[in-house]
C-alpha cells in the first residue's frame, strides 16, 4: 500500500508505523512527496498529518527534519518549527541563521518560521533583515518574515505598509494591505476598507480583510461595512474567490440571520444572482468537493425564498451617488426614473454605468445623452457615452 495513503489514513497501527519511518530514517524522498500533495489533501487531514509527525519526533531524531527543510509546506512549517524548538531552544539558533543567510528559498522560509518561536530580544540583530525578506516575491519567506516583525512590534515596516495604501499603483496599494494582514494589523482595517472602496482589485481586498478580521467580528464592528465585504465577495466567485468559501465563512447561517436593511438588501439580490448563476453551469463548480456543492445548492435555495420585489423596494434607499453600494444596486433597477435622476451626478463612472443601463433598457435617448455630456469633463468616458 502507498506509504502517503498510511500516512494520511486512519490506521492508527499504519500512520504511527510510517511516521516514525519518516522521522528516524530522514525519508526526504516521502516528505517531498507529501508536500507534493498538498492541494490534493483536505486541511484536516494535513493537520493529522503534522500531529502524526510531531508525535514521532524525539529528543534523539528530531534534527532529521532539517533534511526535510528543502521542501517547504505552509501545512507542516510550524510543526517543524515547533519540533525544532521545543527540543532545541534557542541553541539551534546559529544554524537556523545560517539557513536564513545562505540557504534556498524554503530553506530560509522554515527558518524564519523558527524565528518565531525564538526569544524576541535574539532577533534584533537581524531586524533589518527581516525588514527585506517581508518584501521578498517568495510568498512562504515574506509571509513569514512579516510575522515575525509583528512579533517584535516592528512598528518601521507597518508604518511603511501603510504609507503604500496611498499609492496611486493599485498593485503597490495591495502590496501594503497583504502586509498588514500578515502583520494582522486589525487597527488598519479603516484604511484598507477606503483602499477596497475605490480599488479595481475591490474583490481580492475583500477577501484579505476576511483574513484579517473574522466575518462575525466584522458584523459586530459595522454591520454595512461588512455588507459592502460580502458583496465583493460575492461578485468574485467563481473567477477570483474560489466557491469554498462559502462554507469558511458559514455562508448559509450568516444568511439565514442576515436583518433587512438597505444595504444587506443590495448584497442578498447579488448573491440571488450569483447562485442561480453557479447553479445553472456544473462547470462553475466543478473543482470543487461534495460539501462545497451541497452548501452552495443550500445557499441557493435559501435564497430563492426571498421576494425581489422586497429586497428591491428596501435597496432603493441606496440609488444616490454617495453610497457605497450604487453600483451593485443600479443592476437590478428596474425603474427608469430612478436611473434617470443619476444622470446629475458628479460621478463620471456612475454617469457612464446608468446611460449603458438606459441603453440596455431601451430607454436611452439623445436628450440623456447631451445631458450627460454636458457633466463630463473625461474625454475617454465621453467618447463612450458618444457611441452607445
Do not use: H, W
Amino acid at each position: 500500500m502507498d506509504l502517503i495513503k498510511k500516512l494520511t489514513g486512519k490506521n492508527p497501527s499504519e500512520y504511527e508505523m510510517v511516521a516514525e519511518q519518516l522521522v528516524n530514517n530522514s525519508d526526504v524522498n516521502l516528505f517531498s512527496k507529501l508536500v507534493k500533495q498538498d492541494d490534493f489533501l483536505f486541511d484536516f487531514i494535513k493537520d493529522n498529518v503534522a500531529k502524526r509527525i510531531q508525535n514521532a519526533c524525539n529528543k534523539t531524531n528530531y534534527l532529521n527534519l532539517l533534511n526535510f527543510l528543502e521542501f517547504y509546506s505552509a501545512s507542516y512549517d510550524t510543526m517543524i518549527a515547533r519540533v525544532l524548538y521545543s527540543f532545541s531552544g534557542d541553541e539551534l539558533l546559529p544554524e537556523m541563521k545560517e539557513y536564513y543567510l545562505n540557504g534556498t528559498d524554503a530553506q530560509k522560509a522554515y527558518a524564519v518560521k523558527y524565528f518565531s518561536f525564538v526569544t524576541p530580544e535574539r532577533l534584533v540583530e537581524i531586524l533589518p533583515l527581516l525588514r527585506q525578506t517581508a518584501l521578498s516575491s517568495y510568498e512562504p519567506l515574506a509571509t513569514n518574515s512579516i510575522e515575525v516583525l509583528s512579533i517584535l512590534k516592528d512598528e518601521q515596516s507597518k508604518l511603511d505598509a501603510l504609507e503604500k495604501l496611498k499609492s496611486e499603483d493599485e498593485f503597490e496599494q495591495f502590496a501594503g494591505i497583504k502586509f498588514l494582514v500578515a502583520y494582522q494589523a486589525k487597527d488598519a482595517i479603516i484604511q484598507i476598507v477606503e483602499v477596497m472602496k475605490k480599488s479595481s482589485l475591490s474583490e481580492n481586498i475583500a477577501l484579505e480583510i476576511l483574513y484579517l478580521m473574522p466575518l462575525e467580528k466584522l458584523l459586530e464592528r459595522d454591520f454595512d461595512t461588512t455588507m459592502l465585504v460580502l458583496c465583493n465577495i460575492i461578485n468574485g466567485i467563481p473567477e477570483i474567490v474560489s466557491p469554498t468559501i462559502v462554507c469558511d465563512i458559514n455562508l448559509y447561517e450568516l444568511i439565514e440571520n442576515l436583518p433587512l436593511t438597505s444595504t444587506s438588501s443590495v448584497f442578498l439580490r447579488l448573491a440571488k444572482e450569483k447562485f442561480a448563476e453557479l447553479c445553472s453551469n456544473d462547470e462553475y463548480l466543478f473543482d470543487c468537493d461534495k460539501n462545497t456543492k451541497d452548501e452552495v445548492n443550500a445557499i441557493f435555495k435559501l435564497l430563492d425564498k426571498f421576494n425581489n420585489n422586497k429586497l428591491e423596494s428596501l435597496f432603493y434607499d441606496e440609488l444616490y451617488e454617495e453610497s457605497d453600494f450604487v453600483f451593485f444596486a443600479l443592476d437590478f433597477v428596474n425603474e427608469i426614473d430612478e436611473l434617470d435622476e443619476l444622470i446629475d451626478s458628479n460621478n463620471e463612472t456612475l454617469i457612464l454605468k446608468v446611460l449603458t443601463l438606459l441603453k440596455e433598457k431601451n430607454a436611452l435617448n439623445q436628450d440623456l445623452k447631451n445631458k450627460a455630456l454636458f457633466k463630463i469633463s473625461n474625454v475617454d468616458i465621453k467618447n463612450i457615452i458618444e457611441v452607445l
